[in-house]
């Protein structure tokens, strides 16, 4: 039997641990590579910490399997079994750029079902929780569910990219929902605009192509506060595939799905 609470305890500790690692980083200088284009960045603590986390896990959890962003856990084509599925650093353009921003963010699974979800903003000291069937916290604070809200109140997460002219979605269908929404926000971190969600500092947050390390954690926060999940398209999510990814207060979701998305 999975010990979930155990694996609760071990990855906030973790997780706290490896905040205290990013704060000392900045002290000492950045080592920045470009990965797939000069946009898309890396650090040496994008690495490092990925392979703390590793470290861990792998002495106190040896069956636990892991997948992580920079590539040093698992080669991972399956749900099966107990899954961490690490970002180290979500918004590394931030990190590097801003020093703040940014967070770290790790989901568990177990055959496919989200137990566990942290996202710490190690800048701000916040580390959003949650644990299924538990509820969902900010610093160990409940997270109310989401209340009823109008597009016309809405604020939404979304990238300004996606209302200019771009190769994954028509932009017309997206410049009305921005033009009808009280607000939009970028933050650049896609694990914080999920917290963000689940906090309700947003109340929907969208975007074309996100990767499971974003996205996992997430997920299960979104999950405890009664938010919904879905791609762009309304179709639910593929945990283990690069996807086009919508979540929000459960009305507004299906409100923006039924009216302007899926017209
Ligand atoms: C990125 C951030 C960003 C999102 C990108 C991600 P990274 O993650 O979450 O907000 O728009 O798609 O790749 O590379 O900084 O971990
Ligand atoms: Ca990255
Ligand atoms: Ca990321
Ligand atoms: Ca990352």
Redesign the pocket.
């Known amino acids: 039997m999975t010990n979930w609470k155990d694996i609760d305890q071990k990855a906030k500790q973790w997780i706290i641990e490896a905040g205290e690692k990013i704060r000392h980083s900045f002290d000492s200088s950045l080592s920045i590579q470009y990965k797939s284009n000069p946009n ?1 960045l890396v650090t040496n603590m994008d690495k490092e910490i990925e392979q703390f986390f590793i470290s861990r896990i792998q002495e106190t959890y040896p069956e636990h399997r892991i997948l992580g ?1 920079e590539g040093y856990g698992d080669e991972v084509s399956s749900m099966d079994g107990v899954l961490w599925i690490i ?1 180290p ?5 931030n990190f590097v750029h801003q020093q703040r921003n ?1 967070a770290i963010s790790i989901g568990i699974y177990g055959d496919g079902v989200g137990y566990i979800g942290l996202i710490y903003d190690v800048v701000h000291n916040e580390l959003y929780h949650a644990f299924k069937g538990e509820g969902a916290f900010m610093n160990d604070i409940p997270l109310p569910k989401l209340d009823k809200v109008e597009i016309e109140k809405a604020i939404l997460g979304i ?1 300004p990219v996606w209302v200019t002219e771009n190769p994954r979605i028509d932009y017309q269908l997206i410049v009305p929902i921005v033009k009808k929404v009280r607000g939009t926000r970028s ?5 914080l ?1 999920c917290a963000y969600v689940a906090a309700g500092r947003l109340d929907g947050y969208m ?1 074309m ?3 499971p ?2 996205f996992a954690a997430g997920l299960v926060l979104i999950e405890e506060v009664g938010g919904s999940i879905s791609t762009m398209t309304g179709e639910k999510l593929d945990i283990l595939t690069k996807t086009s990814f919508f979540v929000g207060e459960k009305h507004l979701h299906k409100h923006i799905i039924e009216e302007y998305l899926n017209k």
């Open positions: 898309d962003e970002d650093i979500d918004g590394t353009m940014f990238n933050y650049g971190s896609a694990a605009e975007t192509r996100l990767a390390w974003d």
